[in-house]
């Protein structure tokens, strides 16, 4: 995960700040990127349970669109920056090498805070580097794996 974590910069993506593998008591740590909004699914359980809210179709297409951009630059090395006259302008990353999540859902997505819709995407400890066409592997949380996982 530290590896890979390495590699990303991007916005909608947590960002590595630094990790300590050889600390007294044995346990590796990765140090990250706070976000004090929490995960997806809490916000969502506190929304239905505490607030009885629906969520507009304004914030959940903010929702997708981010989380869009971060699987875009993992798997494209593709930046997009929104120029202050409006327009949108598409980079990619030279020598990019794609980076597969292999476990979205919504705990692996945190808000930047609890008043933003800013979301980042988190947790690649099973994210895996392609160097082919193909991982050759399915993994992560089986309520969430698309269906061609199960064929």
Not at 139 to 149: E, I, L, N
């Amino acid at each position: 995960e530290i590896s890979i974590l390495q590699t990303l910069t991007h916005p909608n993506i947590v960002r590595y700040i630094s990790s300590d593998s050889e600390p007294p008591d044995g346990q590796a740590r990765i140090f990250m990127e706070y976000c004090e909004g929490g995960d997806l699914s809490r916000f969502t359980d506190k929304r239905k349970r505490v607030d009885k809210a629906l969520f507009t179709p304004e914030f959940i297409w903010r929702v997708f669109f981010q989380l869009a951009l971060s699987l875009a630059y993992c798997h494209h090395g593709l930046n997009v920056t929104r120029l202050p006259n409006g327009v949108h302008k598409f980079e990619v990353e030279p020598r990019w090498t794609p980076i597969l999540h292999r476990d979205i859902k919504p705990s692996n997505v945190l808000l930047w805070s609890s008043d933003s819709d800013i979301v980042k995407l988190c947790d690649f400890g099973i994210g895996k580097v392609i160097r082919s066409e193909m991982s050759g592997t399915y993994t992560g949380t089986s309520a969430f794996r698309p269906p061609v996982c199960f064929r």
